[in-house]
């Protein structure tokens, strides 16, 4: 992220915390704040101009832009009917000069078929996103797909014709159990605790059945919410050496429980036993279709064939879009809202799991 789009992320959150309500502090004072110069500052605000958070008025100033059109929402509630962002707190506005800046910007590139693996400046802008929670790769290992579940789809026809099996959770993603149910796969159930994984019972059911993949969610599993402990990590990955098998990591809420002290399978692991899996659809919105897959240089190959005739490449819109949604650091802003609002609902949740149901027990990730 440059200077200026850091300066303008850094007001933009200063506006809606009601710092600045009607006018902006003037070039100056914000050059002593950001200690910035005055073309950067200035670059920052124009900045804000185009995404319509403020305008200008000659000789006198900056104004932050009231939005009249915000839709009314009940205090002090939540939806937990999905973990999807709600259109309500989703910056339409924003996305939509996106929408205008992309069309101007890349229009040849809608009349044309893209790279199967994905628009070469959108993987470079997530091999960034991916270093910022210390998973780093080279940009020829990220596949940009149509959703995480595609990645699934594609993982399970590379199981399907391969003559392979997977070893799966129960219990586990309902979209999972789909998957190997609808194109019949080799599976092998693996029963786990609700609050942990039995490393030893584990391990007996991987040496009997011996699977060559095994799908789990170490992070927020779905349903269960658990999050796996650094030693069942390194244990799994011990076992993934030990027994030859790939793992597939579905970080599907990855972004919600960010931060250096969690390391993913993937960043423990060396000797590229781990596919990761990340989804966009929760930040973003499910809609948008975007995903992406970290394979193992020993699957590339087929990973991009199925890729290729399954739908030649992910959507080219939705991929520039998100380029410049990233590039205009509005997505790191909209990032921290979403994170935030999410630590809301699950801090309003746990208190009243809490306060009503205090005889039952319940998985605690705060």
């Not at 990590?233 to 030859?244: F, I, P």
Request: negative net charge.
């Amino acid at each position: 992220m440059y200077k200026y789009q850091s300066i303008a992320h850094q007001i933009l959150h200063l506006i809606e915390e009601g710092e600045y309500e009607e006018q902006i502090p003037p070039v100056r004072k914000l050059m002593e704040v950001f200690g910035a110069s005055q073309s950067t500052v200035t670059h920052a605000l124009q900045h804000l101009v185009t995404m319509n958070q403020v305008y200008a008025k000659a000789n006198v100033g900056y104004f932050v832009l009231s939005n009249n059109h915000k839709e009314a929402t009940v205090e002090n509630s939540y939806d937990f009917s999905t973990a999807s962002t709600s259109w309500t707190d989703f910056p339409w506005e924003n996305y939509s000069q996106c929408l205008e800046i992309a069309i101007q910007n890349k229009k040849t590139e809608l009349f044309t078929y893209g790279a199967i693996t994905g628009n070469e400046e959108l993987k470079d802008l997530f091999r960034k996103l991916l270093e910022e929670d210390q998973i780093y790769t080279k940009n020829e290992r990220i596949i940009i797909t149509s959703g995480s579940q595609q990645a699934l789809h594609i993982l399970s026809l590379i199981i399907m014709t391969r003559k392979k099996s997977i070893l799966i959770e129960q219990p586990t993603y309902s979209q999972m159990v789909h998957l190997i149910e609808r194109l019949q796969l080799n599976h092998v159930i693996y029963s786990r605790d609700w609050n942990k994984i039995q490393i030893k019972e584990l391990e007996k059911v991987i040496q009997e059945e011996r699977p060559d993949f095994v799908y789990l969610m170490p992070r927020l599993h779905n349903p269960l919410g658990t999050t796996m402990t650094e030693q069942e990590k390194k244990s799994v990955l011990a076992l993934s050496e030990k027994y030859d098998f790939y793992i597939i990591e579905d970080d599907y809420l990855g972004d919600f429980e960010g931060g250096n002290r969690y390391q993913t399978l993937f960043e423990l692991d060396v000797h590229q036993r781990v596919i990761y899996l990340k989804s966009f659809s929760k930040i973003m919105f499910p809609g948008q279709r975007l995903g992406l897959a970290v394979l193992p240089e020993s699957l590339l190959d087929d990973f991009q064939s199925f890729k290729e005739i399954s739908d030649i490449h992910t959507n080219s819109l939705s991929q520039i879009i998100m380029q410049t949604f990233i590039e205009s650091g509005l997505y790191a802003h909209h990032k921290h809202k979403i994170v935030l609002k999410h630590q809301q609902k699950a801090d309003a949740l746990q208190k009243g799991l809490k306060k009503y149901f205090s005889a039952y027990s319940f998985n605690d990730n705060n």
